[in-house]
């Protein structure tokens, strides 16, 4: 970013002469720069919560000056808007974002460094940065009906197969086939919708354990057949068969609290990331309405070398440029004072040809007019400029 002074043809600053010109009471400046841009960012989900996940999209800021010189950080008059409408989707909810900056006292676990890599520069130096995070929620219901509660359902009817004769381990087996095709069908589903990732996302593990849960099932009873073919007693296979069905019941059974469990932990977490968003977003609308109100009130109080000073402080630079009250009102004084200087001298002249006419130096008199001034045009003149009309 190349700043610049007030005059756009003006020569450019070094931070050091920019420091020196504008520092404020702690040796520092602050320095603002807006521009309007179009263009299509892309980043990786974060998918480790899915389908209760918090995505936070993330467009870097860095600056092409040493960090020694310039530091970046967000504008406390300007807080960060986003309308949440842009976001056209069904599935998911866009928030208030949020400026990641050198001051921010952000309530995040997220490692982004505020600071180039030195080893990434060819002259060692490190650059400030900072980021500009969209808050994206999923709406996880779709998932969590059509999903979660089939596989709870299929893992839940595997246990009824228990209840099939022991003897006939045909349709034992059979049912159990079916079950584990019917999960690897919603898990094909949940494929579908999710990128590639080298990771287990919450629904994959509890589809795979469901996976997992009726194929062991199915080998219990091939298991517990095994026994049967070798003499053991029926009734003692009948008992280790109501034992199996207990257990793999209790396991069931919590397998699905734990779920229960971890989806209400991330909505309780994600919905408090929300929540400190929207608070530190109304704390810098309240900060931004203050520093408004204190730049009216001191622009009333006629304070213009603190109005100025506040308007850095809020990093207003252009603000400073085309302000009213800033270099217009002076060009406005500077041309009343030329104005009035004019008509002085005017009256002056005027005066003094009437002296010199009544003592009759004629000559006098036409040297004089070729030096007067319009008084008419300089009342006229909207810029403060004088024509001069010899007779």
């Known amino acids: 970013i190349s700043v610049k002074p007030a005059n756009p043809n003006g020569p450019k600053l070094s931070p050091a002469e920019w420091r020196e010109k504008y520092k404020d009471s702690n040796q520092n400046m602050e320095v603002s720069h807006s521009m309007s841009k179009k263009f299509v960012l892309s980043e990786a989900y974060e998918l480790k919560d899915f389908p209760v996940d918090f995505q936070s999209l993330h467009i870097q800021i860095s600056s092409s000056w040493d960090c020694s010189d310039v530091l970046l950080r967000c504008d406390d008059s300007c807080p960060c808007v986003c309308d949440p409408k842009a976001l056209d989707s069904l599935e998911f909810i866009m928030h208030k974002p949020r400026f990641i900056d050198y001051k921010s006292k952000d309530l995040t676990d997220e490692d982004l460094p505020l600071l180039s890599n030195s080893s990434t520069s060819v002259t060692g130096v490190r650059y400030s940065r900072a980021y500009l995070a969209l808050t994206v929620v999923r709406i996880p219901n779709y998932y969590l009906w059509n999903v979660s509660v089939m596989l709870?359902?299929?893992g839940t009817l595997s246990l009824t197969t228990f209840s099939i004769d022991f003897d006939d381990i045909g349709e034992r087996l059979s049912s159990i086939l079916t079950l584990v095709l019917a999960t690897v069908a919603f898990k094909l589903v949940i494929a579908n919708d999710t990128p590639n990732i080298s990771y287990l996302t919450v629904l994959d593990i509890y589809t795979l354990f469901t996976v997992v849960f009726i194929c062991m099932i199915g080998i219990a009873f091939s298991i517990m057949h095994g026994f049967h073919k070798n003499d053991m007693d029926k009734d003692l296979c009948e008992r280790v068969d109501i034992w199996a069905l207990i257990?793999?019941?209790?396991?069931?059974?919590?397998?699905?609290m734990w779920f229960c469990r971890k989806v209400i932990m991330l909505v309780r977490s994600r919905k408090e990331k929300v929540r400190a968003i929207d608070r530190k977003n109304r704390e810098s609308k309240e900060k931004a309405k203050d520093l408004h109100f204190k730049k009216l009130k001191n622009k009333e109080a006629g304070d213009m070398?603190?109005?100025?000073?506040?308007?850095?402080?809020?990093l207003d630079y252009n603000d400073i440029n085309d302000s009213e009250d800033g270099a217009r009102k002076k060009k406005v004084r500077a041309i009343n004072r030329k104005n009035q200087d004019?008509?002085?001298?005017?009256?002056?002249?005027h005066f003094k040809e009437l002296k010199n006419k009544e003592a009759g130096d004629t000559k006098k008199v036409v040297s004089m007019r070729y030096s007067?001034?319009?008084?008419?045009?300089?009342?006229?003149?909207?810029?403060?400029?004088?024509?001069?009309?010899?007779?």
């Open 372 to 391: 007067m001034l319009d008084y008419n045009d300089i009342n006229d003149s909207e810029d403060g400029g004088v024509s001069v009309e010899p007779e």
């Open 152 to 154: 709870l359902l299929l």
């Open 342 to 349: 004019g008509k002085e001298k005017a009256k002056d002249l």
């Open 305 to 314: 070398k603190k109005v100025v000073s506040m308007r850095y402080s809020m």
């Open 247 to 256: 257990v793999f019941a209790s396991i069931w059974v919590v397998v699905n």
